[in-house]
Structure formats: C-alpha cells, structure tokens
C-alpha cells in the first residue's frame, strides 16, 4: 500500500507516526517532510497547496490513500480534485471545508441546525461594525471570517479594543481578503475541549477529546500561538459529556452540511466552550488539530488507518468505534525564541541519545536536515510527547524531557494540563 501524507508539521508526524505502526508494511510519501519524519517516509517536492501537481504525482505513483493534514489544501479542493482523478483521499470537499475557511458559513451552519453556539452578527461594512459594538459592549470577541493561520479571533476586554480590531481588519485589511468579512460575537467563558470525530459524513467516530493551550506563556499568558502543548484524556470530558457534544454538535452539523449538499468527510474538530450554560462551540476545524494530535493518537490503540481508509474509499463508518489505551499523554512544544512573532531559523538542534523511547516520542515539526544536521526551521519545533499510566506522571515526563532538547533560543511551557492538575488536587 502507498500512502501520501500532505503536509510537513507536528500533526503530520503524528500521523506518519500512527499510519505506521497501523501498517508497517506500507509506503510512505509525505510533501517536503520535516528533520523526524525524513526517516520513515519518501520525500515529495512539492508544495501542499499546489493541488493539481499533487494530483497528478498520486496518479503517476498509484498513491493508494492521501492524507490532507493542513486546512490550505482542503480549503482550495484538493479532495476534489483527488477525487475527479478516482483517487481515495482522507478529507473534505471544498465545499465542506468552508466549516473552517468561512466563520460566517460555519455560524448560520450552526444557527439554522440548532448547534449551540455564541450569538453574533457578521459585517462587511466598517461603520455597522462599529455600531454594533458600540451597542452590545464589552467584553465582545472579533473574527476575521476566512483562514487567518489561528491569529483572525481578538477577544477584546473593552470597546476600545474592539473597535481597533474592526477597523484593522475592515479598514487596513490586516487579514487580507480572510478579513474582508467578519463576524462579531458574544464572549463566552468557560474551559475550552478540542474534539475530534472522524466522519463518513453521517456516522463519526470520536477520540479521546483532548485540551490545547493556546497562549505563550505559563498561566495562559502572552499572545496567542498556534498551541504551546496539550494533554489527553481531560477528565471533564465525560462520557456523557462526549454523548451530548455527539448529540447536540456533531449530529446536527454533518446532517446541515449534508442538506447543503456538502457532506462533510474527513476529520471534523471541534473546539468547544464548556460554559455554565453548556456545550458551545467556539469554533469548527476540517482537520486534525496541532498539537493536540500529538497526544490523541499516541493514545488510539486500535487502527487509524482503518478508519481513514473507509472513509477516503466511501464506505460507511456505521457501527465503528475507536479503541483507547490506558493512561494519560501530554505533549510540551518547544518553540524557538520570539515565536509567536519573529524568530531565527536555521539553529542545531540536540536531542540527547535515549530521550526517545516507546513513551516519550519527539514530533518534529518545524525541523530540517541540513547537511545530515538537524536544525530548526519554523516557530513551533517540536512537541515532546510522553505516555504514562496517570497524568500526573505524563505531564512531568514531558516537560522534563522538552527541557533537555537544546538549541539557542529554545522555550517551552512548563505548566501543560495546570487546570487537569488542579482538579486532581481538589478531588
Ligand atoms: P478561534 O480562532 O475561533 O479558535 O478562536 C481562538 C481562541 O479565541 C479560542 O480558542 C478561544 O480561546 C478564543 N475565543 C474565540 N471565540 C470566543 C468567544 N466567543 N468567547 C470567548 N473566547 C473566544
Ligand atoms: N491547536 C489548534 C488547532 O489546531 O487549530
């Protein structure tokens, strides 16, 4: 079997890592792969977002499934025209991944399905913008409607704030056309879960939910990032709470999208808002989350590649469910110095011999081989995985082992899953 994964990051690796050990046997290709996944997989030239090249190099090698790990890809059609070309592919339409690349479709999506989610109105026009903070207040939150790289959402404390969001993406066009159209929305409060159902379209399968922590700094300070780390499982995810989220969230989007005449197929994710009034849904991904990937998959004991297959080959879903290994895991991202904002490139990288083992794995994300050396190459550089039997014990192990990766300039968060942490120390 061939497999092509599209992408080059943490969740990629993660991915390469799973498909893997589903299938040992299997090719691997995977588009331009990062310094950890060169290893385990042949490498392909080009770039994920050039979709009809792509196409064409998985007809030419009889790729027998591709997996789209990025939302870039999806969100310009690559399952489409993967699937003109009669090729199995693991993802959504365009027209489905506009769950993602559109936050105006995804909110009247939610609205006209009944999906509980936070009030909002969305604007073109600068001035009804304005207005429309002016009259609800503060605290509000401010989106850019299309893909803005996880940096389109300001939750802002004041009017003031706001105000200077709408015209900086209105006005100045900050998000470029991402930001032509925005929504504007009630500030919600409460512990965010990252859920995610693999999907035929109108059966799912949902994983162990899983928490992120999106600001920069210990004690969820600084600006956003694109996730500094995550653990799994979170102990508030119930399993009557993951049968509410199916039920109240995930049944009624895919059956709106299927009237819409856009199945959704692929992974869906959910970033949900556990509020005092309920499940909310902050908003909706057509992928697999980073890093949140990192810790989902290392605890999937039974077959992804099952899963992914059926799927990308149109077959139904009915009846299947995932099977979890025991235990805790938490990853811890090692970002390189000034990340978010601008850092350095291109600085050596030291992983100590027998830092890897079967619990600890090291996803490279931003990493490259240079002359046979690993160096780094993007903001978020690796996430440290660790696998224990509590949590406890995973989240020590991750950060002590992300702690001795050195390169200059490297950081990393020292406090993932603090909330699970401080639940276990209540109860
Ligand atoms: P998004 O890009 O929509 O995922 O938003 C990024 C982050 O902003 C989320 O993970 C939340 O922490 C926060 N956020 C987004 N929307 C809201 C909201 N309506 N209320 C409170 N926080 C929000
Ligand atoms: N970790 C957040 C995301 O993948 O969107």
Redesign the pocket.
Known sequence: MRILIVGNGGREHALLWKLKRDAPNAEFFATRPNGGMAAHCQPVALAPTDVEALSGWAAAHRVDLTVVGPEAPLASGIVDRFRAKGLPVFGPTKAAARIEAS?AFAKDLMRGAGVPT?EYRTFTNLEGAEAFIRERGAPI?V?ASGLAA?K??V?CPTVEEALTAVRSMLGELEFGEAGREIVI?????GE?LSVFAVTDGAHCVILVPAQDH?RVGDGDTGP?TGGMGAYAPVSLATPELIERAHAQVFAPTLAALAKEGAPFTGLLYA?L?LTPDGIRV??FNCRFGDPETQVVLPLLESSLLELIATVAEGGSLAGRRARQRAGAAVTTVVAAGGYPGTYEKGRSIDIPLGLERDDLIVFHAGTELRDGRLVTAGGRVLAVTALADTFPRAADESRAAAARIAFEGAFHRTDIGWRERARLETT
Not at 185 to 189: F, V
């Open positions: 936050k936070a939150v989106k996880g389109g959402a939750v929305e009630e500030c919600m409060q965010e999106k956003n970033g808002m902050v908003e």
